[in-house]
């Protein structure tokens, strides 16, 4: 039991560290990851909330028979209720946090939230499939938890230009914060669901999924460079003003 839980927790943690390591000029305090990493637990309730009446309208199936039941389930029962709810526990997270004070902070708290849900997400996989459990628990920490991160950087990257760049692109960075999330997300699930429907183009879709996670990874890198050049300029500018006075 416990080696289970340990194989659905580790590439979180992995991830979790990677992150932390990247924020080089202020490191945020350890109780303060800890309680974002534990916002994103919470959002599986939120996103519960939402998925659940969209179930009920018959927006989406949870059973998907053909490639646009993928396409739905994907949408409506992932990637839309999912990051939004992410984004809401980041919002609340943030909101009065006298810690967030660098472009980097928004891609790590998102992170903390993003693989909060994705660790829980992971132990509910592992135990629903335990007799499979090895396999299912390399399968998605290869892919599934890692997608999770690449999704939060985005998310933080478009969080923090609206918390701290231009005032006039506010609105539009926090349309992008949930907007390109959830679009990736949604592409991302419905490919893996897609692939074991149209057995005949399979080999096609896991080509163009093996694609889209090689374009998160880089993304993801030139996002949190991008932040980190911005920091870094603010602090160069902090230094001069000190030398002034």
């Known amino acids: 039991m416990f080696i289970v839980i340990l194989a659905a927790v580790l590439p979180a943690i992995g ?3 990677f992150i932390w390591k990247k924020d080089h000029y202020r490191q945020e305090p350890t109780r303060e990851l800890l309680k974002a990493y534990g916002y994103g637990m919470l959002s599986i309730l939120a996103s519960l909330l939402l998925s659940g009446p969209l179930m009920a309208l018959g927006a989406y199936t949870m059973q998907p028979e053909t490639v646009g039941d993928a396409i739905r389930t994907a949408l409506f029962g992932a990637g839309i209720p999912e990051e939004l709810a992410k984004l809401l526990m980041l919002w609340l997270f943030l909101r009065k946090s006298r810690y967030y004070d660098e472009y980097i902070d928004g891609v790590v708290y998102a992170a903390c939230v993003g693989l909060g849900f994705a660790t829980l997400e992971n132990i509910g996989y592992l135990f629903d499939n335990l007799s499979q459990w090895f396999s299912v628990g390399v399968a998605r920490g290869l892919l599934s938890v890692p997608a999770h991160f690449f999704f939060a950087v985005t998310m933080g990257y478009f969080y923090s230009l609206a918390s701290f ?3 006039r692109r506010r609105s539009r960075n926090l349309v992008l914060a949930a907007g390109v999330p959830i679009l990736l997300h949604a592409t991302f699930d419905a490919i893996l669901m ?3 429907l149209a057995t005949g183009i399979a080999s096609s879709l896991i080509l163009l999924l093996l694609g889209i996670y090689l374009y998160l990874v880089i993304s993801s890198k030139k996002r949190i460079r991008d932040l980190l050049a911005r920091d ?9 003003e000190e030398l002034k006075a």
């Open 232 to 240: 870094e300029n603010f602090l160069q500018e902090d230094r001069q």
């Open 165 to 167: 760049g231009d005032p």
């Open 194 to 196: 897609a692939s074991s």
């Open 15 to 17: 991830l979790l560290y």
